[in-house]
């Protein structure tokens, strides 16, 4: 018999969880243009500077900046051009007292020289001389040594995201493979004598499988590797068996509960059994989600996801999502990943509990409303036909219509 | 010789690009499981009813409503219990007058039965007889043929990117492969005598490549296939055939402009014999990125990126990413994608151009606050250790502190 549990908050479900779990010690090394949005598995820093030599930020003359002080339209520097600094190469110049070498924007400034003196505020006079008519400061449009990175420095902390502009950052510094965290492995095992997978033709009072792919790519988009495990049958010695096969590939496992109370209770049954310490959570305050079942298996998070499908939306999004953060031991999603929006209509709830409804967001002249789609939790397509959640928080009994709310977006 | 164009502003120039372009029409045909933030390339229309029969949503007894209307505590309404519905076929008992059939969630209603009573509403006598508590109306308790999705019904719109939810929503109507438009293929190429690969040791004088991997996973990440073709020294004849080949591997070519002007001038001339029309924009009314070229070679998008890592961001944002989304056929991005929050400091910015300033978010207790990164536009780390983008828009002077403002999060 299964125990009896009690209904706990979100964030009571995910401390109890998140107390067994710790970032999985697999690492790859992966080239650049392979790192997007995977995880750092380790602190990067920086093996030189950036850049490495002082370059100019304008295209101009190098100079020293002692002999342009002072001028002006009415009374030029003159300076002697003794050359041009070429790209790519040092130049092997020498600017000396009342000397310029012309420069390129990007160019590496010649010995001696300390600034860079814009071309629009030259005149050449000849082959040999130029004009200067404003002062330049020293270190005036020079980028120095290391301005955008010193040697050392820390590029980017473990358990960082790496973004496009982060790639970018690696490549400049010349970390041309990183070590990310490996991808988390979640078997997804199916329930339910009326399941048929989504390629088979459904006889009468059998469903195709709707939940293995929406988890999958769910699994997908958070990084880690989605294992469909298949569909087990309304039978408890099947369920233990698939179970344990599953979990023994995999870095979690994601059972799609049946939505009827036998067989979610044959679910947890069955996930209390996996391993120690088991159910930590059987029940979450949130509507829809309820059932969703939070455990972990000698160190290995397993979830019992409730049958419907927007439930299985709203507890990945909440317990299954963060569980995937912490084993890549990636940071929690900031909390600004929300767009603020006012409310069309009312949206009852009930106080003591959570509530997700899903809703379409318009663009008005007067900002952005959200207007409620209320589906049953049951209809795929509530969600499928939506931009994003509202989430009504624990302490209120509804929303009212022109209430600000905050929206996740899908 | 360049022509001399005129800065436009952001509109004008997707504007006159767009007019240009239109949606590849390679269309491939992928598994649902790998068509995750892939593009539809036509309307997806349900080719069954989504339930395909009538279905329980609770635990509980099929009966005809009229046996129960009028049932109470004190005056229940008994009913003769003739069976139960299997899961995952039809059930092949009818129910008539004053009988009931026990029905599991999920599960298919038996014919004659038109309503499920919940198991909590009712109470056994013997095996064979229940008392009926409360009335149920006709349907309740039931999903209807076709209430998720009719036969027919408009899925998703060609155009759509599909997202986790969409991908459970197009399994459970069986479409197990779904027609996506192809990648488009976009050749990156970079320029410059001074640049080298990123895993190159470079020689003084000599800098990492740092635009091609941020442009490649920019590119990756909405939707395209990244084509790296290598880095062209500052020589037109060599630029001018590395472009050529580039392009004709590719749907779209992105070339990676030098940083100073005589580099620019030689990038606008080359993109400007690539094809018909030419160039159309040859510099934006933004900072940074003003340099920025749109063109079009007989129909394919090209572009002139600024030599500035920042800059390049920017642009790709600004111009690459939808010019991508139309060969994908794509809708633009909906307008909420940015987050509400409140300046820290004054920015200062020039009318007349629209300023785009790296911010890193934070959460205080009155809400989420911004703060510019002042950095240089040839930083790259200004944007790597940034969170969003701060837009001040054409006709602003500035924005000061405390101002509310809209971030586009990375």
């Not at 029940?283 to 499908?309: E, M, Y």
């Amino acid at each position: 018999m299964p125990e009896l549990f009690q209904v706990v908050t979100v964030d009571v479900a995910n401390q109890r969880l998140g107390e067994h779990l710790a970032p999985l010690q697999r690492v790859e090394h992966v080239a650049l243009l392979d790192a997007l949005d995977r995880t750092t598995a380790q602190d990067l820093h920086s093996p030189a500077p950036l850049p490495a030599f002082a370059r100019s930020t304008m295209d101009g003359f190098a100079v020293r900046a002692a002999d342009t002080y002072g001028a002006s339209e009415g009374l030029p520097a003159y300076l002697t051009l003794i050359g041009e600094a070429p790209m790519g190469r040092p130049p092997d110049l020498v600017v000396g007292s009342g000397e310029a070498v012309r420069v390129h924007t990007g160019g590496m400034l010649p010995a001696g020289s300390d600034a860079v003196v814009m071309v629009e505020n030259t005149q050449a006079l000849d082959a040999r001389m130029i004009e200067v008519v404003r002062p330049v400061a020293i270190g005036e449009n020079v980028i120095p040594i290391g301005e955008d990175v010193a040697p050392g420095a820390l590029l980017f902390p473990r358990g960082h995201r790496l973004r496009p502009q982060d790639i970018g950052g690696l490549a400049g510094v010349g970390l041309a493979s990183v070590p990310v965290a490996a991808r988390p492995r979640v078997a997804i095992l199916a329930t339910g004598d009326e399941v048929v997978p989504a390629e088979q033709e459904p006889q009468p009072g059998q469903i195709r499988d709707i939940n293995t792919y929406t988890v999958a790519t769910i699994i997908k988009r958070a990084g880690g590797v989605p294992l469909p495990a298949g569909i087990a049958p309304d039978d408890i010695d099947l369920l233990r068996r698939m179970a344990r096969a599953a979990l023994a590939e995999a870095d979690m496992l994601l059972i799609s509960a049946g939505s009827s109370v036998s067989t979610r209770d044959m679910t947890a049954q069955v996930i209390g059994e996996l391993g120690q310490p088991g159910v930590l959570v059987h029940g979450v305050s949130i509507h829809p989600g309820k059932p969703t079942i939070l455990a972990v298996a000698d160190g290995q998070p397993v979830f019992g996801l409730p049958g419907n499908p927007v439930s299985t939306l709203v507890a990945c999004d909440l317990f299954v999502a963060p569980a995937l953060r912490q084993l890549l031991g990636s940071a929690p999603l900031p909390p600004w990943q929300m767009v603020q929006a006012r409310l069309t209509h009312n949206v009852a709830s009930i106080p003591g509990r959570e509530d997700f409804v899903p809703v379409r967001l318009e663009t008005r002249a007067d900002g952005l409303w959200a207007e409620p789609i209320f589906g049953k939790s049951n209809l795929i397509y509530t969600v499928a036909h939506a931009d994003g959640m509202l989430h009504v928080p624990l302490d209120r009994a509804g929303l009212y219509a022109n209430d600000p709310v905050a929206i996740r977006l899908f």
